[in-house]
Nanobody, 117 residues
Framework: QVQLVESGGGLVQPGGSLRLSCAAS????????MRWYRQAPGKQRELVAA???????NYSDSVKGRFTISRDNTKNTGYLQMNSLKPKDTGVYYC???????????WGQGTQVTVSS
């Protein structure tokens, strides 16, 4: 049973920081890509950050310079460090994993991030 357990969401004031975690378990395959998406109310889900198995990262323009994606391969866990948060960052954040061989993607349950004064 594949599980992606997300944590770290919550309420934060503008300019604050949060770190999201995504712990993957239950697969016999290694993680190829890990991605973070977010979905604001009434909006389409958007990709915000991605990291390859080799540690190469990419970010959406809206979060460049503020967010940092990372991974700990020994723990099968990914992270999204979010700094200088803005109200527009509010939404449900989802972890997505693409496996090395297994032809499928898995999603976390989502964690709510609310940036408000």
């Amino acid at each position: 049973q594949v599980q992606l357990v997300e944590s770290g969401g919550g309420l934060v004031q503008p300019g604050g920081s949060l770190r999201l975690s995504c712990a993957a378990s239950g697969s016999i395959f290694s993680i190829n890509f890990m991605r973070w998406y977010r979905q604001a109310p009434g909006k389409q889900r958007e990709l915000v950050a991605a990291i390859t198995s080799g540690g190469i990262t990419n970010y959406s323009d809206s979060v460049k310079g503020r967010f940092t994606i990372s991974r700990d391969n020994t723990k099968n866990t990914g992270y999204l460090q979010m700094n200088s948060l803005k109200p527009k960052d509010t939404g449900v954040y989802y972890c997505n994993v693409e496996w090395s061989i297994w032809s499928r993607n898995d999603w976390g349950q989502g964690t709510q991030v609310t940036v408000s004064s």
